[in-house]
């Protein structure tokens, strides 16, 4: 299907002058002023005999200037047809301007004749030619551009060819095109094509030429072109996909896939039916279409799944090379040849030798040398200004949680997790230009480590500060345990723990003593409760961060629970014992945010507590700090509502003395198990 916008300047129709911009003032020899009712009747007139073909109608007139608009369905010699329209009625044209246009501009031009009274309703014209669909889609919902190719003679193709790293497979496509004796009309598309490249430079422009290339042999009528962006994961309306291809029968369309599909895509988001829909548009056009599927390089899964839902369809496959040494410096040189510079030293010293380039790498050298180029050399006045990149690379984690974190005591495995978050989100950012993968990662966590070691508090601070930094959408945290996710009777569990995964969206989901999920048969709420978190943990993976908390010895049974729930949990953090010197500085840090002090004494009596304590298991950590920390400023008021009032200074109020710290009161109790009955 083609659509035109002819723009014709009209001097006379027969014979007689028609008003123009230039000769408005004089009327004596114009045409009726309704220039535009003379050319509908003479359109309507010719359309008679392109009723099968299309169809062909005026849009807008103007002091001699008319637009017209012309839809074909079948192949029709368009400047002949206007040729002999001219002709036939007479009418001498100053200027003639014959263009294909867009679908887009096309609808333009029949509103603006519906408008202007030329034709009754925009869209008995759409339904005729069954657009009505296409027409009505916002492109909010369906995402496709349109592109007019420009008209390339064989020589220019091959000499374009030379300039991508495709040779292998594009110059036989080349050479295959170009055999055989010219066709005198369309016969339909023996193979469509796979584009497969990691560079959108080389997708586009192996597009550009293999169209040029086949209309150029007459293989397809239209230098219009669509293309069509499919995400695995959107939904697209089957009926829409097939209108964009009604509108390119004669033509091509250009399906452009930008995720793969990975090895362990069960395909259970639906991006495989969204596939095979497209395919079996693909399948059915597979004759008065052209499709040129453009994927990344390696998307072994992704090709075969084409193939599979493609039928008797034949694609020929267009891959990017690999460049090395003395084709990969050619490159660099052509690339600094566009820029109108020359090369150096430092842009030939990218090229390692003995090393193959794909042409994503090969541009980003050049791009950070031609950045470098501008000013150092041409703009020399900015070489002392720093770049975005060292800005990028320089910057420091925003946000007091942060800061909060780097004041916590010990928690050097915690904090290295996070360091590494932050620094694979810095990464991304930072070498995105050279092909560094922006995939979301896997950031699904088990925290493990005894009472007290601030498992909670870390995670706390975690959401606050990925949310500082952006790398999630939110920051909140939704802290569950076992009431929170188990319900009381059947079917209530599922929902329960999707209702908390929404909660969770864009943020952290924290199940605290996770291991309570299990229960001492199998069968029961707490399986149902880890089975629908590890399929809820799938559906979101990209949406929030999952981290289960508990004590080491118990998180095993935990997952060994479900076999799917230990490959969904990325990393996994043991918060260690704090040892007396870290409880001595968490105390001391725990009273200083209190505005206390600790003196000399009280200092060392703390020390001799924490000494002891550790030798418990379970003692509690920082939280046993804390206590301790509570019991003495207790004793402290105790000891200062005694003295007399005028006698307390202000400095006796913030200080914690020894004898403000009990050894005895801070011992840890151990309870002594008696046997049951009598005893001699």
Known sequence: MQFYKIKMTIDKINGEEVDSPIKRTDRRHSLDKNLGDTIDIMCKRHQEKILDKGFFFISNSSYGTCDLGLILRDYLNVDEFINNFIQNEKIEVEDLVINETTFRDFYEILSAAERHDFIRDTDEIINEFELYELANTSRFEFDYDEKIISIREKESIYLGAKNY?????????????????????IYGHPVDYMIESDDERTQNGLTQLLIQALYDVGRIDNKRFCVLEIYPKKHYSKKTIDALYKTCIGGAVVVNIYENLGDEDDCADGSLYCLEEICQVVRNHCCDVLTIIRLPRECTNLRMKIFENTGDCTFVELKEEMAADNKAVEYLRKRAKEYGVRTDKALMSGVE?????????????????????????IYSQYKDIEGAKSEIKNSTPKGCAYDELEDMIGLDSAKKMIHQALDSYKAQKLFKDKGISNDVICNHMIFTGNPGTAKTSVARLFARILKDNDVISKGQIVEVGRADLVGRYVGWTAQLVKKKFREALGGILFIDEAYSLVDDRDGMYGDEAINTIVQEMENHKDELIVIFAGYPDKMEGFLDKNPGLRSRIAHYVHFEDYNTDELCKIAEFIARKQNMILDDGAKEKIKTIMDEARRYPDFGNGRYARNVIEKARMAQSSRLVRMNYDDVTTEDVRTICAEDIDLDQNRISRKVSRPIGFSL
């Open 353 to 377: 030798k003995g090393h193959g380039y794909m042409a994503p790498e090969l541009n980003s050298i050049f791009d950070v040398w031609y950045s470098k180029k501008l000013k150092t050399t």
């Open 165 to 185: 790293f495709a040779n292998e497979t594009f110059i036989p496509e080349l050479d295959r095109i170009y055999s055989g004796t010219p066709k005198k009309k």
